[in-house]
């Protein structure tokens, strides 16, 4: 069953079968389950803006905590909308990372090469992946979206889970 997500100062609180997690308010969410936060530095002559960007709660207990992330792109590349950046490693899973802001990318978050486990600690503040100077991609989400989404996508995975035989429950 899934509670009506509580707005409760800066964040929303989301509970949805086992599943537990706060979300900021402030941060914009891709479907793919990537979060975008303005850093509130100035807006360039184009009207872009710096965008950090991290995996959800969500995102992180599929992955598990992050090993290793590889890119392909660097500082100063302009990457667009989709367009796969490298690669990301957890304990339970490897994933593409693809962006979800399109613009020039600025570099990755300094502290994960030494505290990789801060995308699981702390997937939405200090455990940011990269950031970009641009816009979102289309299609982007509020608070509000993201956690309707997530539970559509909660939903799926159960009935998919109960579905399939191979999967052990009867």
């Known amino acids: 069953?899934?509670?009506?997500?509580?707005?409760?100062?800066?964040?929303?609180?989301f509970r949805h079968s086992h599943f537990t997690a706060r979300f900021p308010v402030a941060h914009r969410y891709a479907p793919s389950?990537?979060?975008m936060s303005r850093r509130g530095e100035p807006v360039d002559a184009s009207g872009a803006e710096v965008w950090r960007v991290g995996?959800?709660?969500?995102a992180t207990r599929m992955l598990g905590e992050l090993v290793e992330m590889?890119?392909?792109?660097g500082p100063g590349?302009?990457?667009?909308?989709?367009?796969?950046?490298g690669s990301v490693e957890g304990f339970k899973a490897v994933s593409?990372?693809?962006?979800?802001?399109?613009?020039?990318?600025l570099g990755t978050n300094p502290l994960l090469a030494?505290?990789?486990?801060?995308?699981?600690?702390?997937?939405?503040?200090?455990?940011?992946?990269?950031e970009v100077r641009g816009r979102p991609a289309?299609?982007?989400?509020?608070?509000?979206?993201y956690v309707e989404l997530l539970a559509g996508t909660i939903d799926r995975l159960q009935a998919s889970r109960y579905s399939d035989p191979s999967s052990g429950d009867d």
């Open 77 to 85: 590349d302009v990457v667009a909308a989709g367009q796969r950046l």
């Open 96 to 105: 593409d990372l693809f962006s979800v802001v399109e613009g020039v990318f």
């Open 1 to 13: 069953m899934t509670s009506a997500p509580e707005p409760s100062g800066e964040t929303v609180r």
């Open 55 to 58: 995996m959800t709660r969500f």
């Open 138 to 145: 289309a299609g982007d989400l509020d608070v509000h979206g």
């Open 114 to 130: 030494t505290e990789a486990c801060l995308t699981h600690s702390d997937p939405h503040g200090s455990g940011w992946l990269y």
């Open 70 to 73: 590889l890119l392909d792109v």
């Open 33 to 35: 389950h990537f979060w």
